[in-house]
């Protein structure tokens, strides 16, 4: 079953970012990604190719400070859409997990799509940072979608060395789970709760 509504588009307008995105939950991993921070774009990228999320972000920010605002906001702009796209949640596999290795690193993301946020990113202090773009913002682009996704997230750094491949693992780990959280399961005909309401 494919329901042609989970789609969102959303735009946030601050004095430091303008963020334009639009999602497909049911597409084929196709992105148009422009954050003005490569690695950040590059990041974007293999969320939407490995999710399966059609993915289109335009990103307007004060780069020039710093990446922070615009990775955060971006984050925050995300999330609200998948929840929009989401619906109800009814037919959904609500949850998601993924080993993601990337050369010496391993990554592991969980994924509950239970409308409580709660964000638990375990990587060492000294984790170095990836190209243009500081270790930090990873887990405040986590923090973002999180929150506003109202997920449970816990993303590990379980090993590694190198700052593009711990981002890149991580990542790729919460596009896989993502993709598994969100997809239609044949055999569930309701909300995947016994609350039934998530």
């Known amino acids: 079953m494919k329901s042609s509504s989970r789609t969102a588009s959303q735009d ?29 774009d590059h990041m974007l990228t293999l969320l939407s190719k490995h999710s399966l999320i059609d993915l289109t972000v335009k990103a307007d920010g004060d780069i020039e400070v710093d990446g922070h605002h615009t990775i955060e906001d971006t984050g925050i702009v ?13 037919g959904i596999r ?13 990554s592991r993301c969980v994924v509950d799509l239970s409308n409580r946020p709660h964000l ?36 590990e750094l379980l090993y590694g060395r190198d700052g593009h491949h711990i981002a890149e693992s991580m990542f790729k780990a919460l596009a896989r789970s993502l993709r598994q959280a969100v997809e239609i399961d044949p055999r569930e005909t309701g909300i995947p709760s016994t609350k039934e309401a998530l």
Do not use: Q, W
Not at 14 to 23: D, K, N, P, Q, V
């Open 94 to 106: 609500r949850y998601g997990m993924s080993y993601l290795p990337m050369d010496e690193t391993l």
């Open 120 to 155: 638990e990113f375990r990587a060492p202090v000294s984790t170095p940072d990836a190209p243009n773009m500081a270790f930090t913002l990873v887990e405040e682009f986590f923090r973002a979608v999180t929150n506003n996704l109202r997920a449970n997230i816990h993303v």
């Open 12 to 40: 946030r307008k601050t004095a430091e970012t303008s963020i334009s995105i639009a999602i497909d939950l049911d597409g084929t991993g196709s992105s148009d990604i422009s954050t003005g921070i490569p690695f950040f």
């Open 78 to 90: 995300l999330g609200d859409c998948i929840r929009e796209a989401l619906g109800d949640k009814k």
